[in-house]
């Protein structure tokens, strides 16, 4: 199997979130608020499936040993450096997801204590207490859910087919569309968000899709059963953001 091929099984579910009825949703400055507001939690567990994947494919720990393949060191690496310390539109360096809060400050939208609480946790298994116990939309429930019960449970490569197929190589095509509409209606006030979405677009679009790929023909190699379950973690992680998507509409 090969990332063409998995590509191809996957389209009909990346097709249902391309041509899903969010964006054309997303029409006053009221709807992107609700839009962030649950997207916000995305973003950051994104975050914790790159370090994830970082933890497990190099090493962190003292004292330094060389850890798997170089190649595969060097793709994870060069992934987490753009993702925790890009820059932002005036050269500043911030993470994707500190960006991204900026942008939310900016549009006068404070992010949940929901969102506070979760990022004081300091396991996995905390993490899906607090998960449980909070008064969240149970579609992000169930997107946060299947994010750190996979980072706990799943094998490597499953997990970097969830990172791959369901964030960085869907993003480019999901947030164009978001990026066209804020243009169009609203430029002066989401000024950072839309640099926030087109930086994603930019790095995501070529650079990292294109590392992301390399890395999973590495952990996968000719192993036909990693290759499968690869495909079926890529799957299911696009089901559970249509899921989410689906939540935003309903609010």
């Known amino acids: 199997m090969t990332i063409q091929t998995i ?19 997303v029409k006053t400055i009221d709807d992107l608020n609700c839009f962030l507001e649950n997207h916000i939690y995305a973003v950051w ?9 970082q933890a497990e494919l190099t090493c962190v720990s003292q004292p330094w040993v060389p850890k ?4 595969v060191r060097f793709l994870i690496n060069e ?11 005036h050269g500043v360096i911030i993470s994707h997801f500190e960006l991204y ?3 939310m400050n900016e549009l006068s939208i404070e992010a949940s204590p929901i969102l506070n609480q979760l990022l004081q946790a300091r396991s996995i298994d905390e993490i899906l207490q607090k998960i449980a ?11 946060l859910r299947f994010t ?18 369901g964030r960085e190589d869907l993003i480019p095509g999901m947030f164009q569309l978001i990026v066209d509409q804020l243009k169009q209606d609203s430029p002066e006030q989401v000024e950072t968000l839309v640099y926030y979405l087109e930086r994603h677009i930019e790095v995501d679009g070529d650079h990292h899709s294109q590392l992301a790929y390399r890395m999973m023909e590495e952990l996968c190699g000719s192993d036909q059963d990693k290759w499968n379950r690869a495909t079926q973690a ?12 689906d939540g935003v509409v309903a609010n």
């Open 148 to 165: 750190f019960e996979s980072i706990a449970n799943r094998p490597i490569e499953e997990i970097a087919a969830i990172f791959t197929f």
């Open 234 to 245: 890529a799957i299911e992680s696009l089901e559970v953001r249509k899921v989410l998507w």
């Open 45 to 53: 567990d994104f975050m914790s499936l790159v370090k994830k994947l």
């Open 133 to 143: 116990d909070a008064s969240l939309d149970p579609s992000i429930k169930d997107f």
């Open 79 to 89: 992934i987490v450096l753009g993702e925790e310390s890009d820059v932002d539109q």
């Open 7 to 25: 590509n191809q099984n996957i389209q009909g579910y990346k097709n249902q979130l391309l041509t899903h009825s969010l964006y054309e949703k």
């Open 101 to 103: 809060l900026r942008a």
């Open 68 to 71: 798997g393949s170089a190649e």
